[in-house]
């Protein structure tokens, strides 16, 4: 097996039990959500007959999610909720490359998405290409998760010399004979999942100051709200990812805990693209 199990628990790799339907049902639910998000947009692109960089990146973040929900696929029914002891070493090693390939699709697809956000807002918020707070505010955060999404993919790609330390359970045994790992990723993970969770937090709040501020009446204002608040979905995603991203990492069990990090990973992206594409409702309705 690939560790040894609780004191009193026999290893079974023939049947090792676990959950596949799960991964499968929430990564069809969130395919699903992107999908619908993606027509919404697409629909407003008809309507209005022009075309942004945004709708570029949030294209190109579809690209990445699909890949990133294809490799929940791969592991769903072989692994999911499947403690670590009752899989074999080579099914361990098989899970983390794909595990290391989807924190990659993971943070690219954030990355984009979260810039795509920002710069729609800041077409609809900052009127005639004023130099306002807002416009000041969302620039600095686009750049800001731009430096941290990159730093943290070159992080990933190259925290292990030679890389395939990263996955291969013979050479992470073998310690410093197996190679070097000069960078210590479960540090990195768990203090990138509160700056990301900041992050959300801050884009969600950001489009509130403005609308409460605008001279039309209260029943407006709440509606515009609303449109806006949906990364309220995000926000709660990324804050239950981080419980599941201390119990992968601290808990001895981690293709277990790890199967439900992947799906709050995979339904943060999701609400990401519903922030984007949620807004457009109101002019695709109106061109009907």
């Not at 981690?254 to 519903?274: C, K, Q, R």
Request: hydrophobic share 55%.
């Amino acid at each position: 097996p690939a560790m040894e199990p609780p004191s009193g628990i026999m290893p079974d790799l023939a049947n090792p039990g676990g959950n596949g339907g799960i991964a499968i049902g929430v990564a069809t639910l969130c395919a699903v959500i992107a999908g619908l998000a993606f027509l919404l947009r697409l629909a407003s692109r008809v309507v209005t007959k022009r075309v942004y960089i945004e709708d570029a990146l949030f294209i190109s973040a579809l690209g990445l999610y699909a890949g990133f929900l294809y490799e929940i696929l791969l592991m769903g029914g072989e692994v999911y909720h499947v403690h670590t002891w009752n899989v074999s070493l080579r099914t361990l090693s098989d899970v983390l490359y794909k595990s290391h390939i989807m924190s990659l699709l993971y943070g690219l697809s954030i990355m984009l998405i979260k810039v795509a956000i920002l710069l729609s807002w800041i077409r609809i918020f900052v009127p005639m290409k004023q130099r306002n707070a807002f416009f000041w505010v969302s620039h600095a955060l686009i750049w800001s998760n731009v430096l941290f999404y990159g730093i943290g993919t070159i992080t990933e790609i190259w925290q292990c010399k030679p890389r395939e330390k990263i996955w291969n359970p013979f050479l992470i045994a073998a310690g410093e004979a197996g190679g070097h790992c000069p960078i210590d990723i479960t540090k990195h993970a768990k203090a990138s999942g509160f700056i990301n969770l900041l992050s959300d937090i801050i884009i969600l709040m950001l489009p509130q100051k403005v609308i409460w501020g605008l001279n039309v009446t209260r029943k407006q204002k709440i509606g515009m709200s609303l449109l806006f608040v949906v990364g309220i979905f995000a926000t709660a995603a990324a804050t239950v990812r981080i419980y599941y991203l201390f119990k992968t990492y601290d808990a001895n069990d981690m293709i277990y805990y790890g199967s439900d990090l992947v799906l709050w990973m995979a339904a943060e992206i999701a609400a990401g693209f519903l922030i984007m594409g949620f807004p457009s409702l109101p002019k695709v309705f109106n061109a009907l």
